[in-house]
Each structure stands twice: as C-alpha cells, then as structure tokens.
C-alpha cells in the first residue's frame, strides 16, 4: 500500500471505532529534529504545549515512545499524565503503569565489556558518538566523514560480533546510528498494543514515527487505527506520510 499525504483531501479520517484517541508519537525527528548531539535535542514550547492539550482532553491519551531511556525523553517534555516509554519500550511509566520487560534485565556485565571495547575502537576517530543506555546503548555517527562512518561500522561490528541476533543482543539500525539491545520479543509495536490493552476505554491509535523502529507500530496497528510515517517512502507499512519533521506541529493542531 501507498501512504497518502496526510493533508491531501481533508487528512485521515478517523473511523470511531474508539470512545477516544490514543496518539502514540515517537521523539527524535518526530517532536524535535534529529540532531548530531541528543543531548542538545529540545522539545518546542509550542508542540509540548498542543500535546499538553490532547492529553488534557478527557477523550484522549498520549504516549511517547523513543529509543532514548525513559528519564531522558521524560525530562525533556516534562508532561504529567501521559505515558513515556524508553528503549523502544522495554520501560513504561504513566498514570498506574510501571512496567519493565524481564528479559531487559541481565547481561549487565557482558554490555559493560562491550561497551569499553566500542570506547576503545572510536577514541581517535572523530565524529564518533556513544550514548550509553539502561540496557544497551547507541553508536552515532552522523557527525563522521565517510570514511570515518565505515571504521566506526568497523568498531562495532566488531566488538558485537558472537553476541547478536540469536545471542544476548540484538542490532537496531537507524538514521546514522547502531543500537544494541536485549534481544527479547519486544519493540514499539508491541509496546503500543499493551498500553492499549491497559488502559480503561476504547480508544483509535494514531502513530507518528519516522525511524525503522516505528514501523514495528505501523505493523502492529494495522488497520485499527491511523498510522502516519514522517517522509514519504513507499516501503513502509503506514498508511499516510508528513513530508518533514516540521509537519508534526501542524499535524497535532488538526
């Protein structure tokens, strides 16, 4: 299936199917542009303001699912009454919801070996950047020249070799950046399915996401609500697309 341009003919409809809505929107280059560092990533006080709006209505909730831990997109919106989830969901926090997934928890020992050997491969190449996580972490390189983006591809292949897909970890791709994390049957879309099965009330799902790992959502809701992928691609399963991150902000006002 073709997405279609979200602002084409009056936008997605929603089908009423739920008492309500439920948007689930993804962080980096979903709220915020994607930026070289993540830390300096900040949410506008225009769109923290229309997501404080939604989640105010008594007919609607809101999630943020990211990549980043769940303290770390937590504080940067700092929203009461709405649901984080961090590292891709395996953490979610929200009103009368704590959840861990169990298999997050061990192999504490063998990342932290993993860890120090990506340390040592990239110290002398530049651009190169590492955000450790809970249970895993991120190699960037959006900041590297090309050659420096194929030793740092180098370096964790590497350091990650014997420990992937049927191991301990499994490798998550995404725009200029290597995630490693627990390999457990568990990503975005799953997260978005609990949270809709915990919640009291029937709601529509409406996704925003614009990374790889977003469309284990797109795929998990399927028709049973709207799902919306930032940038048009034809290899994607949502059915609309933004043209850009800066159509988020006219999205949420519609």
Same mark, same amino acid.
């Given at each position: ?6 602002? #084409? ?82 953490? +979610? ?9 169990? %298999? ?10 993993? +860890?120090?050997?990506?340390? #040592?491969? +990239? ?28 030793? +740092? ?46 919640? #009291?009330?029937?709601? #529509? ?19 049973? %609500? ?12 949502? %059915? ?15």
């Amino acid at each position: 299936m073709v997405p279609r341009y979200v602002f #084409e003919n009056g936008g997605p409809r929603l089908e009423r199917r739920g008492s309500g809505l439920f948007l689930f929107v993804d962080f980096d280059g979903t709220l915020v542009p994607i930026g070289d560092d993540p830390a300096a990533c900040h949410i506008s006080p225009h769109v923290k303001e229309q997501l404080r709006r939604i989640a105010s209505s008594p007919r609607a909730r809101v999630a943020v699912l990211s990549g980043r831990t769940m303290v770390d997109v937590r504080e940067r919106i700092g929203l009461r009454h709405i649901f984080y989830g961090g590292n891709h969901g395996l953490e +979610i926090s929200g009103p009368r919801i704590r959840f861990t997934h169990p %298999g997050a928890r061990s192999s504490g020992h063998l990342l932290n070996a993993i +860890i120090g050997r990506i340390e #040592e491969g +990239i110290r002398n190449i530049p651009g190169a950047l590492l955000e450790r996580k809970r249970f895993g972490f991120a190699l960037h390189y959006r900041m590297a020249d090309r050659e420096g983006a194929r030793r +740092i591809r180098e370096v964790f292949r590497g350091a990650t070799a014997g420990h992937r897909g049927e191991g301990a970890f499994a490798v998550l791709r995404g725009k200029k950046v290597l995630e490693l994390a627990p390999a457990v049957s568990w990503d975005k879309g799953r997260a978005a399915l609990f949270l809709l099965g915990r919640v #009291e009330g029937d709601y #529509e799902p409406v996704y925003i996401g614009d990374d790889l790992t977003d469309e284990t959502a797109f795929q998990a809701l399927g028709d049973k %609500g709207v799902s919306v992928r930032i940038g048009r691609s034809q290899k994607t399963a949502a %059915g609309y697309y933004l043209r850009g991150q800066r159509e988020t902000s006219p999205f949420l006002e519609h």
